[in-house]
């Protein structure tokens, strides 16, 4: 008699148990004792459960100007108000005069008389001379009067005129026009200065203008600056890393490390490991060499093996042959057994099989996170990410600014370097042209110049 395995859906003796699995959360269901294994998205018993991955500590990398939204096993990265999706995935502020959710509305200014239109609320920033919600109502400035006082100025009222403080200046006691007080602005000193006090070194008397400390810029000086991302970055002891802080940065000791007393980061000792020293190992001591100081994994004595190296090591012993291509042999707590190697999975004729293409590690059951356009090939074994030129980061999503990364410009003299996504462009500045030894000179040669473009794709005409 044959014996066969249980469907996907049943389990136990004679297969006569139903599976109680989730079907479409659900890779497998244990044909012995029902266990469901759930897709990536999903726990639980059953797999019933969702994973809210925006909750998760760290949260999903999403781009600038996004923020992450739970789905139905999964999640997606949203754009915020005031920003849209652009094809490469990034969010872009709103333009052509639109604003609001995903740049679906329509500015309502007077585009004449607008400088802007702000692109998360649609409110309108009017050219000089004119105001009101739309920019459409025009300002009646005096014409013909010239005030005589020191600091005023004529304003047309209804049925004639007033002299008024000139901006930035107010009545005083004894009728003249002094300048407004601290935390002040504007025509008659009305205004409150919306400076962010504490960031800002001065708010101008005429027209509010926030000058910022040190560490802080923007209109009201509320954006931080990260020095961590200027070039050159502030430079830090080994083994540490810049953290941006508010209006400042700390030098912070990487994972596996701690600070000294003389601001050195040294590594973790005394079983410990992680962030700043601060967690404990979990090796079984008796059966270990040592416990990584930056993950904590143990690196287990000889006959012994598993993440806390709790499990007799029989795969050493060839207790069990695995002896297709691209198979080893497994330690668990019940047993050795014969796995693929990473970057390789099991096919329908029980063979080792390279990861399909995106996919990578222990059954190729893990995605790749790398930006494909941007990537010249994802690790079957570990998923790392090999970058095209031009972009860095774990999964190449960060442009390389070739115009900065270095302490001299990648372009000829007499040219300026703009960074491009992935790239960068050497434009020859006014008055000079390319040529064909790749410098940009004075001499004027249209014909030259249409070689030069040609010949050498970084080069432009100014």
């Given at each position: 008699m044959v014996c066969d395995a249980c469907g996907p859906t049943a389990f136990g003796r004679n297969c006569s148990l139903t599976c109680p699995c989730v079907t479409n959360n659900t890779v497998s269901c244990n044909n012995v004792n029902g266990s469901c294994t759930c897709n990536s998205g999903w726990n639980g018993t059953k797999c019933e459960q969702d994973i809210n991955e925006c909750a998760q500590s760290p949260p999903p990398s999403c781009v600038a100007n996004s923020t992450c939204v739970n789905t139905n096993g999964s999640y997606l990265c949203v754009c915020n108000t005031g920003y849209q999706t652009l094809l490469d995935g990034n969010c872009t502020e709103?333009?052509?005069?639109?604003?609001?959710?995903?740049?679906?509305?329509?500015?309502?200014?007077?585009?004449?008389?607008?400088?802007?239109?702000?692109?998360?609320?649609g409110n309108c920033t009017c050219k000089q001379g004119w105001t009101g919600p739309t920019c459409d109502t025009d300002i009646d400035?005096?014409?013909?009067?010239?005030?005589?006082?020191?600091n005023e100025m004529c304003h047309n009222t209804a049925g004639g005129?007033?002299?008024?403080?000139?901006?930035?200046?107010?009545?005083?006691?004894?009728?003249?026009?002094?300048?407004?007080?601290?935390?002040?602005y504007g025509n008659n000193c009305t205004l409150p200065c919306t400076c962010i006090t504490n960031n800002t070194a001065n708010c101008s008397n005429v027209d509010g203008a926030c000058t910022c400390n040190i560490g802080w810029r923007g209109k009201s000086c509320e954006q931080d600056i990260d020095e961590c991302k200027q070039s050159p970055p502030p430079s830090c002891v080994a083994n540490s890393t810049c953290?941006?802080?508010?209006?400042?940065?700390?030098?912070?000791c990487d994972t596996g490390f701690h600070s000294l007393l003389d601001g050195n980061c040294t590594a973790c000792t005394g079983n410990t490991f992680g962030a700043n020293c601060s967690r404990q190992c979990q090796c079984n001591v008796t059966n270990t060499v040592s416990c990584d100081h930056v993950t904590g994994s143990c690196n287990c004595s000889k006959g012994w093996d598993g993440a806390m190296c709790n499990i007799k090591d029989l795969c050493s012993n060839h207790t069990l042959n695995c002896t297709g291509d691209k198979e080893?042999?497994?330690?668990?707590?019940n047993g050795p057994e014969c796995v693929c190697e990473d970057g390789?999975?099991?096919?329908?004729?029980?063979?080792?099989?390279?990861?399909?293409?995106?996919?990578?590690?222990?059954?190729?059951?893990?995605?790749?996170?790398?930006?494909?356009?941007?990537?010249?090939?994802?690790?079957?074994?570990?998923?790392?990410?090999?970058?095209?030129?031009?972009?860095?980061?774990?999964?190449?999503?960060?442009?390389?600014?070739?115009?900065?990364?270095?302490?001299s410009s990648p372009c000829v003299a007499n040219s300026t370097c703009y960074n491009t996504?992935?790239?960068y462009l050497c434009v020859c500045d006014t008055g000079y042209l390319t040529h064909a030894d790749g410098n940009c000179t004075g001499e004027h040669d249209e014909n030259q110049c249409d070689i030069e473009i040609k010949h050498h794709p970084h080069y432009y005409r100014s």
């Open positions: 709103c333009t052509n005069d639109t604003y609001g959710s995903n740049c679906s509305t329509q500015c309502q200014c007077n585009v004449t008389n607008t400088v802007s239109c702000h692109h998360v609320t400035e005096c014409v013909t009067h010239n005030c005589s006082g020191q005129y007033d002299c008024v403080c000139v901006t930035g200046y107010q009545r005083s006691a004894s009728s003249i026009c002094i300048p407004c007080a601290a935390g002040t953290s941006n802080t508010n209006g400042g940065y700390l030098c912070v080893r042999c497994n330690n668990t707590e390789y999975h099991y096919n329908a004729s029980g063979v080792c099989v390279e990861c399909s293409s995106g996919t990578y590690g222990g059954n190729c059951s893990s995605l790749c996170t790398c930006i494909t356009e941007n990537t010249v090939n994802c690790s079957k074994v570990d998923g790392a990410c090999t970058c095209r030129s031009g972009w860095t980061g774990g999964n190449c999503s960060d442009d390389i600014n070739e115009c900065t990364a270095h302490s996504n992935g790239s």
